[in-house]
């Protein structure tokens, strides 16, 4: 059971817009920042967005991040065949000294 | 370039130990903060442990006392020795860099630990 929520899947069609969910408390996401990495089939993860909203160069502006709250998006416009992977939200845990993931949402290109 | 590779990883009986070593490249090791990551199979990301300025050293509870991490600044590596391996230890490990301005900025391959008899 991770700290954080995500949705197990998402799908959408090329070119499409799809948005996933990531869902907190009080001691992670109300007081950090959020941060998003994309795992590609088996490859290691990657940094995608960095401190809610935030993207590392050569990350396309196709991918954005949003916080409100407990709670923090990702959506990616556009959509790809090659943005098929798996995503995770983290962020700091103030309760548990360390940071922590969202168990991940594996996005399917229909 | 910064570049890290993961070596160490294998197959392992309940309650043996091992160290598993990332050899970084294209910064220092010993000017940011670094953590390893670990996956089981088919499973989400765990952070494992990590180590900060002034050697600062932090686990996940699930951990403590059992894996300690280290590094060595002149080769530029980061370690973790593991003791008293369970099977519940069985994962992929992967370290990270891990600036606190950009968590997890980089990541290794990762090396395949398997806890098993």
């Known amino acids: 059971q991770s700290v954080l929520t995500q949705p197990p899947s998402a799908s959408g069609t090329p070119g499409q817009r799809v948005t996933i969910s990531c869902s907190g408390s009080s001691s992670n996401i109300a007081s950090n920042t959020v941060n998003w990495y994309q795992q590609l089939p088996g490859t290691a993860p990657k940094l995608l967005i960095y401190s809610n909203n935030q993207r590392p160069s050569g990350v396309p502006d196709r991918f954005s991040g949003s916080k409100s709250g407990t709670s923090a998006s990702l959506a990616i416009s556009g959509l790809q065949s090659e943005d098929e992977a798996d995503y995770y939200c983290?962020?700091?845990?103030?309760?548990?000294?360390?940071?922590?993931f969202g168990g991940g949402t594996k996005l399917t290109v229909l | 370039e910064v570049q890290l590779v993961e070596s160490g990883g294998g197959l392992i009986q309940p309650g043996g130990s091992l160290r598993l070593s990332c050899a970084a490249s294209g910064f220092t090791v010993s000017s940011t903060y670094m953590s390893w990551v670990r996956q089981a199979p088919g499973k989400g990301l765990e952070w494992v442990s990590a180590?900060?300025?002034?050697?600062?050293?932090y686990y996940t509870d699930s951990v403590k006392g059992r894996f300690t991490i280290s590094r060595d600044n002149s080769k530029n590596t980061l370690y973790l020795q593991m003791n008293s391996l369970r099977a519940e230890d069985t994962a992929v490990y992967y370290c990270?860099?891990?600036?606190?301005?950009?968590?997890?900025?980089?990541w290794g391959q990762g090396t395949l630990v398997t806890v098993s008899s």
């Open positions: 990270a860099r891990d600036p606190p301005s950009r968590p997890f900025d980089y």
């Open positions: 180590i900060h300025g002034g050697d600062n050293t």
């Open positions: 983290a962020a700091w845990d103030d309760s548990l000294n360390g940071p922590v």
